[in-house]
């Protein structure tokens, strides 16, 4: 039987890192930068009252949703979408905008998403430099050509945990041609308490050629609900809505988002949690001599060229406890591994059998 030809797709695929852990029970699973105290148990309700309330579709605009969003934000509601996660909000992107031949430019170890649905959809994907695992703004504007239509930046950078500052920011798009779209990823940005740094939300809410994408699967623990949104001029929003699935965001994480968005108690909680283990975390790693970012995100990315394991061998002994973090090969970035910020018992776990690992 001869089936028709499928498109070629060059891009590489996105590949998740739980295999080797489903024939154990329950693995302490530190890899995917998820929420480590969960949902708003607000939100949980609300997913529960649905009941056989399943039978229906789901409102395919959000309507009510994203009016909730826009009050508790202070945004204009027909400036936003509402994706199957933020991921969905970058595919339309570049759906909507790239075609072959068109150039993309990403910081050189920034979230891997970018560059997977630009290449998808034919784009070149020109890598900005990094220092230290952070881009400059003379960086991302060394590899602006007549053919660059979007800039993606991840603030702060998913696996390195950098971000720039609100100066930068505004500097980027300032120097930027007014034709290339920036987007610019809020994913962790409610764990950063820095005067310095501010949300692309807070930044762009008014600028015609920006996008901004946020998610409820960080810090809000919807993850496996997929949820996310993005924010940008009138003109663009309603050009994604033409392309977007009908029902793209499911009743149930519609449900979950409206609570968990509004339950600020939740959120609090979830950020002091996460400063007291970021504080702890550091505070082993630096002991054992492992370096990494000092940051207020979720995680860690850890680098091993100064201890006397590598970053395998450590991958290795930590799955053998249960633990699972994330290797890094596919970033490219040597000897290391990313380790997210899990509740409090994972944590404990996880520092002592790091602590055993090295004798300290
Ligand atoms: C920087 C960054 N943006 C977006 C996402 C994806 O979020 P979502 O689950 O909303 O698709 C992730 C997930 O790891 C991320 O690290």
């Known amino acids: 039987m001869k089936l028709p030809r499928p498109r070629k797709i ?7 890192g739980l295999s080797l852990f489903k024939s154990r029970r329950s693995p302490i699973k530190l890899s995917a930068n998820e929420s480590a105290l969960g949902p708003s148990p607000k939100a949980v309700k609300s997913y529960s009252s649905i009941g056989k309330g399943f039978v229906r579709y789901p409102d395919s605009d959000g309507t009510f949703f994203r009016k909730v969003l826009a009050k508790k934000f202070r945004l204009k509601r027909d400036r936003i979408i509402l994706g199957s996660g933020s991921d969905q909000i970058f595919e339309l992107v570049c759906k909507l905008f790239l ?4 150039e993309v430019i990403v910081p050189e170890y920034s979230f891997i998403i970018y560059r997977i649905y630009s290449r998808m959809f034919g784009a070149r994907v020109r890598y900005a430099k990094e220092e230290n695992f952070k881009p400059s703004v003379k960086s991302i504007l060394d590899q602006v050509t ?3 239509k979007i800039v993606f930046l991840a603030n702060p950078n998913n696996p390195t945990g950098t971000y720039l500052d609100k100066f930068q920011i505004l500097k980027l798009r ?3 041609r007014s034709d290339i779209l920036l987007v ?19 930044l762009f809410s008014k600028s015609k050629n920006v996008l901004v994408t946020r998610t409820f699967s960080k810090i809000y623990g919807l993850a496996g609900l997929r949820i996310g949104w993005g924010y940008g001029s009138k003109e663009i929003i309603k050009k994604l809505y033409e392309i977007k699935p009908p029902f793209n965001v499911s009743r149930p994480a519609l449900f979950a988002a409206t609570q968990a968005v509004q339950d600020t108690k939740w959120l609090n909680k979830a950020i002091k949690h996460n400063n007291f283990w970021a504080e702890k975390i550091y505070e082993t790693l630096d002991e054992i001599g492992i370096t990494t970012n000092k940051t207020n995100v979720n995680f860690f990315l ?17 799955a053998n406890s249960g633990i699972l973090v ?12 990313r380790v997210t910020i899990g509740n409090s018992k994972e944590n404990k776990k996880f520092i002592s059998v790091l602590r055993k690992i090295f004798n300290v």
Do not use: C, H, W
């Not at 060059?10 to 998740?16: F, G, L, N, R, S």
């Not at 075609?99 to 068109?102: F, L, V």
């Not at 610019?184 to 807070?202: F, K, L, Q, T």
């Open 10 to 16: 060059i891009a590489e695929k996105y590949v998740a």
């Open 99 to 102: 075609n072959k031949g068109d």
């Open 146 to 148: 007549r053919k660059t």
């Open 174 to 176: 300032k120097k930027l």
């Open 184 to 202: 610019i990823d809020d994913a962790y940005y409610e764990y950063i308490n820095d005067p310095n740094y501010a949300s692309g939300i807070r």
């Open 302 to 318: 850890l680098n091993f060229d100064f201890v006397n394991k590598s970053a395998s061998q450590v991958f290795n002994k930590l």
């Open 326 to 337: 994330r290797q890094m090969e596919v970033y490219n970035i040597k000897n290391s591994l």
